[in-house]
């Protein structure tokens, strides 16, 4: 998916014909810059691969294009293996599907994506550590977009009986996801 952010690129070129005057020519080149986000937890199973597919969402509701988003684990543990159930299930309850195979997160994606979420101090703390000095990319916490101070961490669901925390960290991707999207994609 992606999101549309457009620039100008001129350049004024001057050139001058048979008849020795000049003619001032300004060839304007459109180019669209991609912007890519990692959404980040722990284990890439909860979390993480929920917050993927609501910003994919988001994103191709809002008609926004140049967007690439994906999502890795912090840890190594569920490398190769699908999301949770649960939070399969959960996203289906939504009309949403995922497709993502886990991944680790590597020292590239801090130059690759142009922002990386984590979504609890924990993993925010983590990114810090692991960002390569003079990154790109901008690290975020996802809760700090449209939610209320007290509910901006977004709890890590796996350890919990059922799929009540996937609904709970569903919901609160959807209203952060579109925060981000109106303040910092469509501007």
Known sequence: MSVSVEKRHC???????????????????????????????????CRSPIAEVVMVDVVAKAKVSDVVVDSAAIGSWHVGNRADPRALSTLQQHGLKSTHIVRQIKKQDFDEFDYIFGMDEENMSELRRLAPKGSKAELLMLGDFGLPKEKRIIEDPYYQRGAEGFEVAYQQCVVACQAFLQQRLQK
Request: include cysteine; charge should be positive; glycine fraction near 2%.
């Open 11 to 45: 350049a004024a070129i001057e050139e001058e014909d048979n008849q020795q005057y000049k003619i001032k020519r300004i060839n304007c080149v459109h180019f669209k810059m991609t912007k890519k986000i990692l959404m980040i937890c722990l284990g890439n199973i």
